[in-house]
């Protein structure tokens, strides 16, 4: 049943790919050519093993409890496991701090990695993020990027799993699924691998939830069949045909009529559409 909570908390910004959350801190990390995209250092390695027994043990049950959260179609990673253990790129839409843990939750007992905008590996929680699986994408640099792309075909061809959020930012509790851009699909094309569609969408929190504890709504997560590129169109037509079908498809698993969605499947400089309020961020004071 498709629920929106039209909050107004929340300042969205214009431009529907624009970041509010503010990265606090800078520690002076350079992604560069030479920064380990893929870490396989013993250090990294135990840091990043005993993060993700954490995960297992605290996290992961702190985060069902506190997002009342639901998941459907793990069925689908069993009836698709051979296509997807030779290496798969998930995308979802991006409405919670935590929405990444619960993917990880959904998705275990596979090993995700997630492309990160750049700033939040330097920021304050930098380190937790990286060792969660963060991979940050280098904004300067014809080196640096060339180094980031061998880096992931590595991982993927290696049968890695990598997340993207094709819609370029968090935006809390939002229901429409914004655009997407063309970076998953651009992966899924140049490297051969399939895109497996996941969806956010929300229920109704109950009288303790909503008046003790302010939480605007429960969250479930449904988990869709791989999508594969189409072998008769190529370069960026294959491309935008590919985010197409994962936009329409991620909209049908939040219980939404791709038709009656708002925003266009394709990122076009978009901006926010005020369907139901043209104020946000009343009383916001950072997210909790």
């Known amino acids: 049943m498709y629920y929106d909570p039209q909050t107004n908390r929340y300042p969205y910004p214009k431009q529907t790919d624009q970041h509010y959350l503010k990265v606090k801190k800078d520690r002076g990390i350079v992604f560069d050519r030479k920064y380990p995209y893929i870490d396989r250092s013993p250090r990294f390695r135990f840091w990043d093993g005993f993060v993700r027994f954490l995960l297992w043990i605290l996290v992961f049950p702190t985060a069902r409890i ?111 699924v914004r655009p997407f851009k063309h970076g998953a699909a651009y992966m899924a094309c140049t490297f051969d691998k399939p895109i497996l569609p996941m969806a956010f969408s929300y229920r109704k929190a109950g009288w303790i939830r909503r008046h003790v504890f302010r939480q605007i709504a429960c969250f479930t997560l449904r988990i869709g069949e791989p999508l594969l590129p189409d072998p008769d169109l190529a370069g960026r037509e294959r491309e935008e045909e590919l985010t197409e079908r994962c936009h329409g498809a991620v909209c049908r698993l939040a219980g939404i009529d791709p038709e009656k969605n708002p925003y266009p499947p394709l990122f076009r400089n978009s901006e926010r559409v005020d369907y139901y309020t043209t104020v946000y961020g009343v009383g916001y004071r950072g997210s909790w």
């Open 66 to 176: 506190r997002m009342g959260l639901k998941v459907e179609g793990r069925e689908n990673l069993k009836k698709h496991r051979d296509l997807i253990s030779g290496g798969v790129i998930s995308c979802c839409n991006h409405v919670h701090m935590w929405d990444y843990i619960a993917l990880m939750y959904a998705t275990r007992p596979h090993k995700t990695r997630i492309l990160v905008w750049a700033p939040n590996i330097n920021g304050e929680n930098g380190w937790m993020i990286r060792h969660t699986g963060g991979i940050p994408i280098p904004e300067t640099g014809i080196g640096a990027t060339l180094e980031y792309m061998k880096a992931v075909k590595g991982f993927l061809y290696e049968g890695g799993w990598l997340h993207i959020y094709p819609e370029g930012s968090m935006w809390e509790y939002y229901a429409p």
